[in-house]
T-cell receptor, first 114, second 112 residues
């Protein structure tokens, strides 16, 4: 079984500041890793994913994440945030098998202040 | 290309009733997943359907059930509704064997 821990439930930052949202996972098998964003009253949108290859993954809206196998982490970063980045962010893992369920972290509410 | 669609957007039921939620996957996707997002409980995996069969099930009681139709659309049925079933129910779809799930906007179920 796998689990995901998002270390910060809320992250307030000022506009144009850098941000890092932290995610650690636990699994006995190899996993795929994902970051999703959820805007108020909407579904989930995929920001980026790590399946294999380069440990630095670039996603949409200027976000990137780095897979660190030794630390079992997959932290999300953005060098300069905008007001429109205010949303809830979810880290998720799935086993490296077909059709595997996603296991989500508890979510991090990012609030970007002017 | 149309995304995953879900209906209804909102559903209000009373305790003990049954609720039916519907999901249409992205064209070409054969796998459908259901997740529950309840306040304070986060996002929990409910069910996975592929090719009309239930492939995997999360830790939910049997009163949560569903089916997948030949056109790959899916229904989630919740019987004997309880207050704690109030949540946002999200449907996702993927290609067969795919590792990326695409989510719909959700159905907000309120049980009074």
């Amino acid at each position: 079984a796998q689990s995901v821990t998002q270390l910060d439930s809320q992250v307030p930052v000022f506009e144009e500041a850098p941000v890092e949202l932290r995610c650690n996972y636990s699994s006995s098998v190899s996993v795929y890793l994902f970051w999703y964003v959820q805007y108020p009253n909407q579904g989930l949108q995929l920001l980026l994913k790590y399946l294999s290859g380069s440990t630095l993954v670039k996603g949409i809206n200027g976000f990137e994440a780095e897979f660190n196998k030794s630390q079992t982490s997959f932290h999300l970063r953005k060098p300069s945030v905008h007001i429109s980045d205010t949303a809830e962010y979810f880290c998720a893992v799935s086993e490296e098998t077909s059709g595997s369920r996603l296991t989500f972290g508890e979510g991090t509410q990012l609030t970007v202040n002017p | 290309e149309a995304g995953v669609t879900q209906s209804p957007t909102h559903l209000i039921k009373t305790r003990g009733q049954q609720a039916t939620l519907r999901c249409s996957p992205i064209s070409g996707h054969t796998s459908v997943y259901w997740y529950q997002q309840a306040l304070g409980l986060g996002l929990q995996f409910l069910l996975w359907y592929d090719e009309g069969e239930e492939r995997n099930r999360g830790n939910f009681p049997p009163r949560f059930s569903g089916r997948q139709f030949p056109n790959y659309s899916s229904e989630l049925n919740v019987n004997a509704l309880e207050l704690e079933d109030s949540a946002l129910y999200l449907c996702a779809s993927s290609l067969w064997g795919g590792n990326e799930q695409f989510f719909g906007p959700g159905t907000r179920l309120t049980v009074l």
